[in-house]
């Protein structure tokens, strides 16, 4: 049964129809917290000279940005509307939030590393993004934090849930059309159920707002526990849903060519998140399963 509370005031969710956004403010609504979201036909966050306006006219205690241009692959032939996106609207955002004087949480990406390390990243680790979606969600970071330093932004990777349009949903419709799916096994990650993020990001706002813990900024890494490669994890995925007809081929990268260079090995080490706010992210098995069976 999820606990009613209502300590945290009101809160503005952009990005409201999206994996992340929805989750959040499903978890929001049902604990009675008054919450608004906001999505592209409410306001164009390439509009930024309007982004001002609507967060002080919203006058919330929280804003949640889970807008962004998330297409990897389209990002690298749209430049100008990935930076719109992933730079120059979060970064009004932090400045509206300054003046407006409330807390404001972003997400980031595992892209902003190259992948060239063997053990998991911690937050202070040297990024190196490969491609413009990963240069740009790192811009979107230092804008964000310049303009507010208090604001809090997770890192997070191989976000799924069970309607969005992610890796999970596409190997399951592949599945039902193909009697053979090759997927990349030189490819290292944390699977993150969108569900299990939301839920860190509101114990957080909540645990802040009741004073519990001190508000801390910066960057924080928030993944599924544990670590798989693409091969692997589409494996699971028919495995736990009874799927054993379709083969499963593992490939390298070279083999399957894309517009985005992605990063080998792109596990982030979730320590600061409990050191800090005393959250722990589930293991990813745990969480593909209570996906699959919802
Ligand atoms: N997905 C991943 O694997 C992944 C991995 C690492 C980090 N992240 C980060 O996590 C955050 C949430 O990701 P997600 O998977 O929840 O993203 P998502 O499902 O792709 O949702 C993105 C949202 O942004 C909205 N949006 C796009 N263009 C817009 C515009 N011009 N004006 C207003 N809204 C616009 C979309 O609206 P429409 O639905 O109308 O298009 C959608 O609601 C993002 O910051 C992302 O970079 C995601």
Sequence with gaps: MIERKN????VLVFGKNG?????????????????????????DLTDIDKIREFILSANSNWVINCAAHTAVDRAQSEEQLSHALNVAAPEAMANACAELGCGFIHYSTDYVFDGTSSKPYAEDDSVNPQSVYGKTKYAGERA???GLPSAIIFRTAWVYSKDGSNFVNTMLRLARERSEISVVDDQTGSPTLADDLARVTVNIIHKISTGDFEHQGGVF??????????????????????????NIVPISTADYPTPAPRPGYSVLSNQKLTDVY???????QDSLARCLSG
């Design 7 to 10: 300590d945290v005031g009101k």
């Design 278 to 284: 005393a959250e722990e992210m589930p293991q990813w």
């Design 144 to 146: 964000v934090l310049s």
């Design 221 to 246: 890494h928030v993944t599924g526990k544990g670590e798989i490669t693409w091969f692997e994890f589409c494996k699971a995925i028919m495995r736990i849903s009874n799927i054993d007809d379709v």
């Design 19 to 43: 994996q992340v956004g929805s989750q959040i403010l499903y978890l929001l609504s049902a604990q009675g917290v008054c919450c608004q979201g906001a999505d592209i036909e409410d306001i």
